[in-house]
């Protein structure tokens, strides 16, 4: 399908253009392959939601019949249980089982040899920046940087010394 949609489109102009007009062209057709396959999901999503609070409300009020509560357990793919004892037993075992643990290798660092630094590197590293430092680091700098949000570039900071 979408190799056909590619196909049977035609448009002149620069590549860029081209190529939007058919990305338009096959999301449209991408669109209308979904409303033919799945029809309209949000609406039979709400309606089916709608049925479920309604078959539930009816359920905590007056109870329902065994057609209604074979209709309640097909609009939940995953089952329908009744009773605080099943609720509970079925509540428990699905977190049981979601957060069951499981056995894997984990990676270890046994056996790696990391490079460290002397105490004077150390020193140098935590040591504040002297101004000298900062002036030199700056005038070093490409003048056409921008190291701020306010767009001002180094050659402007040090044109104007701010």
């Known amino acids: 399908m979408v190799a056909k949609v590619w196909r049977d489109q035609t448009f002149s102009g620069l ?3 081209v190529l939007k007009e058919r990305l338009k ?4 057709a991408i669109k209308e392959w979904k409303l033919d396959m799945y029809g309209k999901l949000e609406e039979k999503k709400k309606e089916l939601v709608a049925g479920i ?15 209604e509560v074979a209709s309640r357990k097909q609009m939940t793919p995953t089952g ?7 609720v509970r037993s079925a509540t428990a075992n ?6 069951v643990s499981m056995d894997w290798v984990r990676p270890t660092l046994n056996g790696l040899v990391f490079s460290t630094v002397s105490e004077s590197q150390n020193v ?9 430092e900062i002036e030199e680091m700056i005038s070093s700098c ?18 104007f010394g701010i």
Request: glycine fraction near 12%; aromatic fraction near 16%; charge should be negative.
């Open 15 to 17: 590549m860029g253009f």
């Open 25 to 28: 062209g096959l999301k449209s």
């Open 53 to 67: 609070l309604a078959l539930d409300n009816k359920s905590e009020a007056v109870g329902l019949t065994q057609l």
């Open 80 to 86: 329908w249980e009744e009773g605080p004892v099943q």
């Open 94 to 99: 699905f977190y049981r089982a979601h957060f």
């Open 124 to 132: 140098d590293l935590i040591a504040p920046f002297t101004g000298e």
């Open 142 to 159: 490409d003048g056409t940087k921008s190291p701020r949000v306010d767009g001002f570039n180094f050659a402007f900071i040090n044109f």
